[in-house]
């Protein structure tokens, strides 16, 4: 999706259409004041004051025909520098130009307006030549935006659009919009009846329905099989703790912001835990270790709370409460490289499994100048850095560096990833720490009988449970494989009266094979049926009508496909089970 914010083509035009659109809604609603109309990435919008009158569809369409007469009439933009002092008195009745002109510091500074035949208005610019270039555009959506976007103040009507040079990329990008509303996982969710929001709950947090919870539990199996493999032991640690234990970890200083308030119980303060190291730390600490013992590995699929202004709330993805697949391996010096090795190895299986290909490597370092953010240690500090940057140049892995994105205590390796709908995020991290088991006095007796300070890789693979669904709804579009999908097989049954019998031994047939199976024997027409079965992107439908009954056959269509294919019932169980084992 291009961004219209850095490419300088589409800036300068999309600005020049924010003031087309500007003049347009001037000569619907005379009354009309502007206060912003800035571009953004995903095209412009412009805030505007038209009284009492809110905005809807119908005045969407007739200030975008008023647009099209203005492009078509091609009046020249031209561009006048004025003063601040004149600026104010042409801008007088203007209350919402006023604020920014009176917010220029100099008296004599040189303000800027551009005109377009009958409509002026304050901009630094540039703009194109004429409102004939912008002819190739669309008005996307519209909302309440409130003054300066203070609930305290008057809310105004905003209007979003976008605007190209050609018809044909506009109506690319049109495309591209219509395909990312249909991935956008939050309609996906609500289509399949994954996960539900309520405000009544609270903002931020999900409740997965059953069909979202089979995914849920698929992928949480899924991940630790795949650690029990790799010598990881699971373990369930509470979602609060004491005040203390974070003031020990150090987040309680460095992290409180995204923590949720304090709450006092029984004399002890406690707090919602934003992360699961500090209970690790202790879990480590309960027990006497030898460097025979490491490297040890705890891993949990842990609950974990942390605070998300309201605006930043996006369906599963983000969230104030969310559960990450998350592990900490306490290891000597000498295993960090063999260890930091099998997690990215583990990383990368998953991808190809999974079939997940967009992403690249970023090395998250910490900024020396930010004396705040982090823990203040800079022999730890490079030690930790030039630790993690041999291992990644060992190992071959291509990165790029990135200042000031280092967790409080350590580097970290970041694996972003380039989803469908939006722009990229962190998928999977693992985090090279010196700084906490020192904190928590972690130990083991090496093999001189000296005691040492282990060293702690924090890693999640698929980072959140529930930002890892989100994405991969997105990037299938809800099609999902066989072996996650929350109901495997459909059975459509020809006609209840002679079929229907022969439909429930095949649906018991399969859940004896541990088959996610449905039978819909409702009193509606086969089409219909066999629309919603599609509709709810159920990877195999069965029909089950007299020759089937007859010969003991099955047959089928897949997900996508309008051909029916016959088969044996083993041959259909083997079938089934072999691509759910190969997760295809």
């Not at 891993?299 to 709330?313: K, M, N, P, T, V």
């Not at 260890?339 to 090395?363: G, M, P, R, S």
């Not at 709810?536 to 996508?560: A, N």
Request: proline residues 4%.
């Amino acid at each position: 999706m291009v961004n219209f914010k850095e490419d300088e083509r589409l800036n300068t035009l999309n600005h020049s259409c924010a003031h087309m659109m500007a003049q347009a809604v001037k000569h619907l609603y005379p009354n009309a004041k502007f206060w912003v109309g800035p571009v953004i990435d995903t095209g412009f919008y412009y805030d505007m004051d038209l009284g009492d009158k809110v905005i809807n569809e119908e005045d969407i369409i007739a200030i975008e025909k008023e647009m099209k007469k203005i492009a078509k009439d091609g009046k020249r933009i031209v561009r006048e520098e004025i003063s601040k002092k004149e600026a104010l008195e042409r801008f007088k009745d203007d209350p919402y130009k006023l604020d920014l002109i009176e917010r220029m510091d100099e008296e004599d500074t040189v303000i800027s307006c551009y005109t377009q035949g009958d409509f002026t208005d304050l901009c630094r610019g540039p703009h194109v030549d004429t409102v004939k270039e912008c002819k190739h555009f669309k008005l996307i959506k519209f909302s309440g935006a409130y003054f300066k976007g203070d609930a305290n103040n008057k809310m105004l009507q905003r209007i979003y659009g976008v605007c190209f040079p050609s018809e044909e990329e506009l109506q690319a990008h049109l495309q591209e919009l219509e395909d990312a509303k249909s991935r956008d996982h939050r309609k996906i969710g609500k289509d399949l009846n994954l996960f539900m929001t309520h405000d009544l709950i609270g903002k931020g947090l999900p409740v997965y329905l059953p069909n979202g919870y089979i995914i849920w539990e698929e992928l949480e199996n899924y991940i630790k099989g795949k650690e029990r493999k790799l010598g990881y032991s699971h373990v369930l640690t509470p979602p609060l703790g004491n005040v203390e234990l974070y003031k020990t970890s150090g987040h309680w200083d460095h992290y409180q912001e995204n923590m949720f308030p304090k709450m006092e119980v029984d004399g002890e303060e406690f707090v919602l835990r934003p992360m699961n190291c500090p209970h690790h730390m202790m879990i480590y600490a309960n027990s006497i270790h030898s460097y025979r013992d490491l490297p040890i590995r705890i891993g949990e699929i842990a609950r974990d709370c942390r605070y998300e202004a309201s605006g930043a709330l996006k369906g599963i993805e983000r969230v104030r409460s969310f559960c990450q697949n998350d592990a900490h391996l306490f290891v000597t010096l000498e295993q960090i490289e063999s260890e930091f090795k099998n997690v990215v190895d583990l990383i990368l299986e998953v991808y190809k499994e999974l079939h997940i290909t967009n992403y690249h490597f970023e090395l998250s370092l910490r900024d020396p100048k930010d004396t705040v953010k982090y823990f203040q240690d800079d022999v730890m500090w490079d030690n930790a850095e030039n630790t993690l940057r041999k291992v990644l140049d060992d190992i071959g892995i291509p990165y790029v560096e990135k200042i000031g994105e280092a967790a409080f205590y350590g580097p970290k390796l970041d694996v972003q990833v380039k989803p469908a709908v939006g722009g990229e995020y962190t998928l999977s991290t693992c985090q090279l720490d010196f700084c906490l088991p020192m904190k928590f006095n972690l130990t083991y007796v090496d093999k001189d009988g000296a005691k040492k300070t282990p060293v702690v890789l924090h890693r999640a693979v698929f980072g959140s449970i529930d930002r890892f669904i989100a994405y991969y709804l997105e990037e299938t579009k809800g099609v999902l494989p066989t072996w996650l999908s929350p109901i495997q097989v459909n059975i459509l049954p020809v006609n209840n009266e002679y079929h229907l019998d022969y439909a429930k031994e095949i649906e018991s047939l399969l859940r004896e094979q541990d088959i996610r199976v449905s039978l819909d024997n409702r009193d509606e027409k086969m089409g219909y049926r066999m629309r919603e079965s599609v509709m709810k992107k159920i990877p195999f439908t069965l029909i089950l009508g007299q020759k089937e009954v007859d010969d003991g056959l099955i047959s089928y269509r897949r997900y996508g496909s309008e051909e029916t294919l016959s088969i044996l019932k083993d041959g259909f169980i083997t079938l089934l089970k072999e691509e759910i084992r190969q997760k295809k």
